[in-house]
């Protein structure tokens, strides 16, 4: 499957803010941990002192979609529940695609994981709104 984008009404119907990363695991070929990184990067650097005014309910009511490009291969790795521990408030939905990359790494560790030298890099957007 390519894509399992949920139809039906939208999650969010006032839009905040958009935000976008992406992560990789070089090490260990886990989807889980790429995209961990990938939705880190996407909001870690954001701070919105103003939602307790701006949304009703403030933080316990924002809702957040995520959509993750995720290469196919490694899709099996992940683990949403895991990825979902990343943000500290608001409902989530998430929705994926085939998308991020493979790429080689340049070494396989053992030690690490690794079944091959395969970097796994995952790509998100995070919407924001209530």
Do not use: W
């Not at 933080?59 to 099996?76: F, G, I, Q």
């Not at 408030?89 to 030298?117: E, H, K, T």
């Amino acid at each position: 499957m390519s894509s399992d984008r949920i139809e039906g009404d939208p999650h969010i119907e006032n839009l905040l803010f958009i935000e976008c990363g992406f992560g990789n695991d070089s090490h260990g070929q886990n989807a889980t941990k790429a995209a961990v990184r990938a939705c880190r990067n996407a909001i870690e650097f954001n701070s919105i002192p103003s939602v307790n005014r701006l949304v009703p309910g403030g933080y316990d009511c924002l809702k957040l979609d995520v959509l993750l490009a995720v290469p196919p291969k490694y899709r099996s790795t992940l683990d949403l529940e895991k990825v979902a521990e990343v943000f500290p408030y608001g409902s989530i939905r998430f929705q994926l695609q085939d998308g991020g990359m493979v790429a080689p790494s340049g070494i396989a560790i053992d030690s690490l994981g690794d079944q091959g030298d395969d970097m796994v890099v995952v790509c998100c957007s995070v919407s924001v709104g209530y």
